[in-house]
């Protein structure tokens, strides 16, 4: 008989964690979770407590008998999903099934489940750590499992009871998430922002000076006499300049100190996914996909499955002593005496952070990256070489720099100029010989090593080589990409390590979102549903009550608080905004707003409606029960914001595929451009130009019929089309005539289109919608020479393009290439 049964959720991990326990255990998988809320129906009760609901997730049926069957023949059935709530939620649910209908009871004694199922858990998969966990098994932890239940019941709440009301008012398939729709608020909130600001103009002078001896080098104006002083106008810009010209130029304090740089701490998950998307442009989905492989166990050679990294959801930055005895020793051995602190590094903790938990690192800082190159894929060996360079910076000495600060007068008259520059020099590299941290935003220290300073000292005159006024204006809060956004998702408290990249990947996957140039826009829709949600939900889509509600989990965990006290409180103030919003939502399928637009069919004022692909102009002279009234439509094209050439010049840099970090290149396919990795065919990612990065407008020779200026190839939803380069004075849209008249109703021309739903070609009459004639295949103006049918059409077979004819009673058909019958 078997020692044991060892449940896990992957194949992988089963697979390394078997190889360290040996054949005395069978270790099975569950892939994941085995049951969830129902799908159909709310699945709680919020008048019996918040009773939940638990049903196997259809599909996991068989799942749940193999192992039940597996059950029957072992003493003991050890739970070893992940070691967070997730993973303790899993290892309930396995318990309840395994219970409750599993494990038959033998006849030779009567065994208890409650104490043959037990749990293990632990933040790495080595030898050591597994055969540590299974000597210290442990009962279900009830406070974690009622910490993921009312996460689960918080989010089931909001995204089973606002959901249907977007799909009321604006259109069905969309979703409200209790994180996620604050993830988009901050988005749009940005976004607004942006288009807010107003540039405030500013100017710099710099002097380029030179002492005794050389480099040149410059400094800044900061102010006049001792007060700091900043030039609004190019006016007093020339003032200053004017007078600089004419001055004394002389050293009035020289400031030297030693500065010193520690290291970063070990990754957390936000820090991992920050640096990865900076350093290896990797997405937050995709690091955490290597990360898990990482995980889980990686085939080395010889030594098999090993698991390389601890576990990768973490908020602690906590390293084992056993981890740091071994990485001391390392960096002794490796760098020397001169880069090991006399103690151990230890870094400050967030207050909500997991104490059980460990920092992300390698399960041994013995195993380079480079000696497991040779096992590893590109990507993996990427982000593994990167969690280790940081961990083993982690604990080394700080780096030291002589920083030397020099402010400097310019005297001219009655008055006296100041300057200011400061420089550094590297004195000792410590951890930045193995590691340095990444960052959104310019680096004050990287920009004071670009400063190399003479000898300077105190009343030395200098000599003016040159100065440089420049013009500036302020700049409006960035956008945010990946790394920023869940910067400020940890720093506001949304969300928790396991959430951030669901959320990231939930709202592009919603389009709320898009990338252009790896920055996040909100879409129309995205814009559309935050306003509801945000009138009509303002406790719950409040991003100070999310994060309130983020501590509020965390106490449920720690024991601090009730789960159900917590989801009664969270209720009563839902209830509320639901009922008002029931009420005062805005039907937007409703909306008619008026424009100066006139229908191009009958004159008539055009009016902006809002369909299942967004909102698009409509005549309004449309009335449903008249079916002889204009149906006039058009393309409202909204799609990407205005961009300035600050944002077209971003966009036009390289762009990187999400998945492996290679540059994407642009390509053309069937339905028009569009973007993919030149890492094919060993990465196939594509993705569609309206969702991410702009492609520019062609500008062409041909010119506008109406306004005569010059016009554009653009791309919108439905692929390429030819319009005016005066939008939006102008709005003229070319249509693609085929040059043939329409054979239906003889007045209008066959004009090529595209069908919105599935993107296919067909040909339909320019008379629409008083002609309806419409046909799959190209109309070719030419008679069946069979038939005498008015046209023939021109099709793609297998063996090659033929012109037929499309009565289906007549069997006329020629290659492309034969000529007609006279």
Known sequence: MSKGLVIVESPAKAKTIQKYLGKGYTVEASLGHVKDLPKNTLGVDIDKDFDTEYIVIPGKEKVLVKLKKLAQSVDSIYLAPDPD????????????????????KTKKKKRDDGLRIQRVTFNEITQRAVRDAFQHPREIDRKLVEAQQARRVLDRLVGYQVSPLLWDKVRRGLSAGRVQTVALRLIVEREREIKAFEPKEYWTIDADLEGSKPPVFDARFVGIGEEKFEIGTGQEAEKIRSALEKADWRVRSVDKRERRRNSAAPFTTS?????????????????????????????????????????????????????????????????????????????????EAQAAHEAIRPTSALRHPDQLKQYLKEDEYKLYKLIWQRFVASQMNAAVFDQTTVDIDARWANQSFWFRVTGSVPKFDGFLKVYKESSDTPNEEDEELRHKLPPLEVGQNLTLKALKPEQHFTEPPPRYNE????????????????????????????????????????????????????????????????????EELDEIEEGKEKWTDALAEFYKRFAKDLKYAEKHMENIKRMEKPTDEKCERCASPLVIKWGKHGS??????????????????????????????????????????????????????????????????DCKTTRRLDQGKKVPDIPLEETCPKCGRNMVLRHGRYGEFTSCSGYPECKYVKQNFIGVKCPECEDGELVEKRARRKGNTFYGCSNYPKCKFTSATKPIAEKCPTCGHAYLVEKTLKAGPVIACPNKECEYERSVEAAPVA
């Open 271 to 351: 820090k991992l996914q920050q640096d990865s998307s900076r350093k290896l442009r990797f997405s937050v989905k995709r690091t955490m996909m290597i990360a898990q492989r990482l995980y889980e166990g990686i085939e080395l050679g010889e030594e098999g499955l090993v698991g390389l990294i601890t576990y990768m959801r973490t908020d602690s930055t906590r390293v084992s002593n056993e981890a740091l005895a071994e990485v001391r020793d390392y960096i002794g051995r490796e760098y020397g005496a001169s880069y090991l602190p006399e103690a151990a590094n230890t870094f400050k903790e967030k207050k």
């Open 616 to 681: 698009f102009y409509a005549c309004s002279s449309y009335d449903k029960d008249d079916p002889n009234s204009c149906t006039f439509t058009k393309e409202n094209p909204i799609h990407l914001p205005d961009l300035d050439s600050a944002d077209m010049q971003e966009t036009s840099q390289e762009e990187y595929c999400e998945n492996c970090g290679r540059v994407m290149v642009l390509k053309r396919g069937r339905f028009g451009q569009f973007m993919a990795c030149t890492g094919y065919p």
């Open 85 to 104: 709530r997730e993973g303790e939620a899993i290892a309930a649910h396995l318990a309840e099934e395994l219970s409750g209908n599993g494990a038959k």
């Open 483 to 550: 790394a920023s956004l869940v910067k400020d998702l940890e720093e506001r408290g949304i969300g928790r390590p396991s959430t951030y990249s669901t959320i990231l990947s939930t709202i592009q996957e919603r389009q709320y979102v898009q990338k252009l140039g790896g920055k996040f826009l909100p879409t129309e829709i995205g814009l559309v549903v935050t306003d509801l949600l945000v009138d009509n939900f303002r406790d719950i889509f409040d991003v100070q009550y999310t994060a309130r509600m983020e």
